[in-house]
C-alpha cells in the first residue's frame, strides 16, 4: 500500500506541474490579448475604464484550472495512504551517552510517555558471533553500554519512567553485575569432580519446598509475560513506539 500510493501521489505531482504550466502560458496569453486590446482602445474616450472592464472580463470567464479536480484526487489518496507525516512528533534524537544507544533512547522515548508494543515480524537479521572472542566483545560492549547509561541516566531517577520500567531498566543494568552466579555454576560440577564436594548437600522436603514454587512461578511468569504470542518461528524482537496517549 505504501509502495502504490508513493507512486501514484508522484504522478500526480507530475500532472499538477503540468497543469500549473499549462495555467501560466493561458494566463500570459490571455494578458498579451489585454495589452493588444489597450493599444487599439487606448485613443477611444473613456478608454482606460472599458480596459479595465474588458480585461475584468475576460480574465473572469476563463476556465477553471485542473488544479482544483487534482486536489480532490490528491485529498482521496492521503485519506488511503499509510504515511502519516502529520503524526509525527518530536522526540530526542537518540542517545549518545552509551555505545548501547538503542537502549538508552528507548528508555528516554518510555519517559517520554511513548509505549511499545511486541510486533511479531522479523524485520531485521543480524550476524551473532562466530567464536568465544568475537562474543566477549560483544557481551563487553553491551555491559560498558549499560554501565555508561546507569552512571549518566540512572533509571531508578529518571522521571516519566512507571514502576515496572524503572525495574526492568535498571535489572538490565544491575544484571552485569551479578555475574558471580555464574562463577558458581561453572565452578561447582568443576569442584564436585576434583574435590567431591557437593553443591546440594540432600534432596531433602527442605529443598524441594524451595525449589518447587520457584519453577512454577517462574514457568507462571512467561504464562503472563507472552501471552497472546505463539511461541517459536521468531529470530528477533521488534518493538514499535506508540506516541504518548495513542491507543493504537
Known amino acids: 500500500m505504501a509502495e502504490v500510493t508513493s507512486a501514484f501521489q508522484r504522478r500526480v505531482d507530475v500532472a499538477a506541474r503540468d497543469v500549473v504550466v499549462s495555467d501560466v502560458e493561458a494566463l500570459r496569453a490571455d494578458l498579451r490579448e489585454i495589452e493588444q486590446l489597450s493599444l487599439e482602445t487606448a ?25 482544483g479536480a487534482l486536489e480532490s484526487v490528491r485529498a482521496m489518496v492521503r485519506a488511503v ?28 522515548l518510555h519517559a517520554q510517555g511513548w509505549r511499545t508494543v511486541y510486533h511479531h515480524e522479523s524485520l531485521a537479521d543480524g550476524l551473532a558471533p562466530e567464536d568465544l572472542g568475537t562474543m566477549l566483545t560483544q557481551r563487553l560492549r553491551w555491559a560498558q553500554g549499560t554501565m ?6 540512572n533509571p531508578l531517577l529518571r522521571t516519566g519512567l512507571t514502576a515496572g520500567q524503572r ?12 555475574g558471580f552466579a555464574a562463577v558458581i555454576y561453572i565452578a561447582a560440577p568443576i569442584i564436585y569432580l576434583c574435590f567431591g564436594v557437593l553443591p546440594v548437600q540432600a534432596f531433602s522436603l527442605d529443598f524441594f519446598l524451595r525449589l518447587i514454587p520457584f519453577l512454577v512461578m517462574n514457568q507462571l511468569l512467561f504464562l503472563v509475560v507472552g501471552r497472546g504470542v505463539k511461541p517459536g518461528g521468531v529470530s528477533s524482537t521488534a518493538w514499535r513506539c506508540s506516541p504518548p496517549g495513542s491507543r493504537r
Do not use: K, N
Open 43 to 67: 485613443d477611444e474616450p473613456g478608454g482606460a475604464l472599458l480596459i479595465d472592464d474588458v480585461a475584468i472580463g475576460q480574465l473572469a470567464h476563463r476556465d477553471w484550472s485542473p488544479m
Open 81 to 108: 495512504d499509510v504515511d502519516r507525516g502529520d503524526e509525527a512528533q518530536s522526540v530526542m534524537p537518540m542517545a549518545t551517552i552509551s555505545v548501547t544507544e538503542d537502549m538508552a533512547t528507548a528508555m528516554r
Open 148 to 153: 555508561q547509561v546507569m552512571l549518566r541516566e
Open 167 to 178: 525495574l526492568m531498566y535498571f535489572a538490565t543494568m544491575w544484571s552485569y553485575l551479578s
